[in-house]
């Protein structure tokens, strides 16, 4: 069975800050990808970055950047300088073989920044 | 390029109606998911067609609900005698290839919400 967990419910900045969502996952499987996606409030799921299982090096895109942590099962994602427009919901998702390509989701951070 | 597309976006039906949801996904694109998604809660993975064939459909909730693909390229999830549980964000994603292979990234489309009175 696979499970991702995302701790966090809703959190809340202000503009500028720094901010970390949390994303620990469980599987089985050997290979596997992990995914995050934002969810604005017009409901189409956005596609942010998937990470293959045997790749853990951090990846760094514009403002965002990710964590990768096999020996704790953890894929975090953090926002620099986070902006009123990344308010949205955001997913961590793991996909794997015995699965055979769907995902499966956390239940979702919403993310507020405040100007 | 056009995205995934769903229709109706806002659906409500009385409790024991049937509804049919469709989904345009991506031209060409051989993968075809159905996803549920309650409030405050992530996406559920329903059933997955593989063109026309449904090769996965174990996380329909119950045999109320039915999808098809027919053509292998426009699908319909159908709910039949709808209850106020069913109530949701119903989520389609094509992707470019099937299973097994390196992965390929889910498009997803706006969802239809579904509401049952």
């Known amino acids: 069975a696979q499970k991702v967990t995302q701790a966090q419910t809703e959190i809340s900045v202000v503009e500028k800050e720094d901010v970390t969502l949390d994303c620990v996952y469980e599987?089985?499987?050997?290979?596997?990808?992990l995914f995050w996606y934002k969810q604005p409030p017009s409901g189409e799921l956005v596609f942010l970055i998937r990470?293959?299982?045997?790749?853990?090096q951090n990846e760094i895109s514009g403002r965002y950047s990710w964590n990768f942590q096999k020996s704790t099962s953890s894929f975090n994602f953090t926002i620099t300088a986070s902006q009123v427009v990344d308010s949205a919901v955001y997913f961590c998702?793991?996909?794997?073989?015995?699965?055979?390509?769907?995902?499966?989701f956390g239940d979702g951070t919403t993310l507020t920044v405040k100007p | 390029g056009a995205g995934v597309s769903q229709s109706p976006r806002y659906k409500v039906a009385k409790r024991g109606q049937d509804v049919a949801l469709r989904c345009d996904p991506i031209?060409?694109?051989?993968?075809l998911f159905w996803y549920q998604q309650a409030l405050g809660q992530g996406p559920e993975f329903l059933t997955y067609?593989?063109?026309?064939?449904?090769?996965?459909k174990s996380g329909l909730p119950s045999d109320r609900f039915f999808a098809e693909r027919p053509e292998g390229s426009v699908s319909t999830l159908k709910i039949q005698r709808t209850q106020q549980e069913d109530s949701a964000v119903y989520l389609c994603?094509?992707?470019?290839?099937?299973?097994?292979?390196?992965?390929?990234?889910?498009?997803f489309g706006p969802g239809t919400r579904l509401t049952v009175l």
């Open positions: 994603a094509s992707s470019l290839r099937g299973p097994g292979l390196a992965w390929n990234e889910q498009f």
């Open positions: 067609f593989q063109n026309e064939a449904q090769l996965d």
């Open positions: 998702a793991l996909s794997g073989p015995t699965n055979a390509g769907k995902s499966t």
């Open positions: 990470r293959n299982s045997f790749d853990e």
């Open positions: 031209s060409g694109h051989v993968s």
């Open positions: 599987t089985r499987d050997t290979t596997y990808y």
